[in-house]
């Protein structure tokens, strides 16, 4: 009588081959795991070496603070992370933010009043600017600063968001208001103007009126969008937070 199939003994001699080639996986991957750990160790000592050395220059010069910052990212250093510790001691880092994040606030705060609470972030920039003055004890602060910063504020809620718009610029929404994808599209379509009208997006966007005049109507409930009834070709929705510090606007 043939036999259909491998004997016990070739079975069991298998399965022992399976589970030394499990094991030997295992050290190895344990192996790369130690040494892995060990050269991060290594790098993140070496990193704190290199801002203990240039700890001026990363605290006095933005483009070099942003390049600083990306290294760290690499090896899943965080700076940021806490107030406390070597990179607040040594660098300030996180009490630099803290600072820049309260400025944020209270630039953002201030001009709800004209904007709605939305605002470019190259006139944020100049207006904290302006705050932290012109002292030498003032460190500069650039749009990567900002948006670091502004990343922090999220813990307060959905009341600060940073929105790219089509033409490259950031907009930073300091009023808690959902923005979805339409919303979007509205201040993407009113970026180089200011403004838009039910009548724009349904020729650009090819929407329908209720469509379009639904997303309008909500973002002036919302104190996102100012109502122009003056113009003789039909009403126009002003978006402040898109127009120049001083450009004339219409309320």
Same mark, same amino acid.
């Given at each position: 009588?043939?036999?259909?199939?491998?004997?016990?003994? $070739?079975?069991?001699?298998? =399965?022992?081959?399976?589970?030394?080639? +499990?094991?030997?996986? %295992?050290?190895?991957?344990?192996?790369?795991?130690?040494?892995?750990? +060990?050269?991060?160790?290594?790098?993140?000592?070496?990193?704190?070496?290199?801002?203990?050395? /240039? +700890?001026?220059?990363?605290? +006095?010069?933005?483009?070099?603070? %942003?390049?600083?910052?990306?290294?760290?990212?690499?090896?899943?250093?965080?700076?940021?992370?806490?107030?406390?510790?070597?990179?607040?001691?040594?660098?300030? *880092?996180?009490?630099?933010?803290?600072?820049?994040?309260?400025?944020?606030?209270? *630039?953002?705060?201030?001009?709800? /009043? &004209?904007?709605?609470?939305?605002?470019?972030?190259?006139?944020?920039?100049?207006?904290?600017?302006?705050? &932290?003055?012109?002292?030498?004890?003032?460190?500069?602060?650039?749009?990567?600063?900002?948006?670091?910063?502004? =990343?922090?504020?999220?813990?307060?809620?959905?009341?600060?968001?940073?929105?790219?718009?089509?033409?490259?610029?950031?907009?930073?929404?300091?009023?808690?208001?959902?923005?979805?994808?339409? /919303? #979007?599209?509205?201040?993407?379509? $009113?970026?180089?103007?200011?403004?838009?009208?039910?009548?724009?997006?349904?020729?650009?966007?090819?929407?329908? #009126?209720?469509?379009?005049?639904?997303?309008?109507? /909500?973002? *002036?409930?919302?104190?996102? $969008?100012? *109502?122009?009834?003056?113009? =003789?070709?039909?009403?126009?929705?002003?978006?402040?937070?898109?127009?120049?510090?001083?450009?004339?606007? %219409?309320?």
């Amino acid at each position: 009588m043939r036999r259909s199939g491998p004997g016990l003994g $070739a079975i069991n001699k298998k =399965k022992l081959a399976q589970a030394k080639y +499990k094991n030997k996986g %295992t050290e190895i991957a344990e192996d790369q795991f130690a040494q892995m750990t +060990k050269q991060l160790e290594v790098f993140r000592n070496n990193l704190e070496e290199f801002a203990a050395n /240039h +700890k001026n220059e990363i605290r +006095k010069n933005p483009a070099f603070r %942003t390049q600083f910052q990306e290294m760290c990212a690499s090896i899943g250093v965080d700076p940021l992370a806490s107030g406390k510790g070597f990179w607040s001691e040594m660098l300030g *880092v996180g009490d630099f933010y803290y600072e820049i994040g309260v400025q944020i606030i209270e *630039v953002c705060m201030s001009t709800q /009043h &004209r904007n709605g609470g939305l605002m470019t972030l190259n006139e944020l920039l100049q207006k904290v600017k302006a705050t &932290r003055g012109k002292t030498k004890q003032a460190q500069d602060v650039s749009l990567d600063d900002l948006m670091r910063a502004i =990343k922090k504020l999220k813990i307060l809620g959905n009341g600060f968001a940073l929105h790219r718009l089509q033409d490259g610029r950031y907009l930073i929404q300091s009023v808690p208001a959902e923005l979805n994808m339409d /919303h #979007t599209s509205v201040l993407d379509n $009113a970026q180089s103007c200011g403004y838009t009208s039910v009548n724009i997006l349904k020729s650009e966007l090819k929407w329908e #009126t209720e469509r379009a005049s639904l997303v309008l109507d /909500h973002m *002036v409930k919302e104190g996102l $969008a100012w *109502v122009d009834d003056q113009n =003789k070709d039909g009403r126009l929705f002003w978006f402040p937070g898109l127009l120049p510090d001083n450009a004339p606007t %219409t309320s």
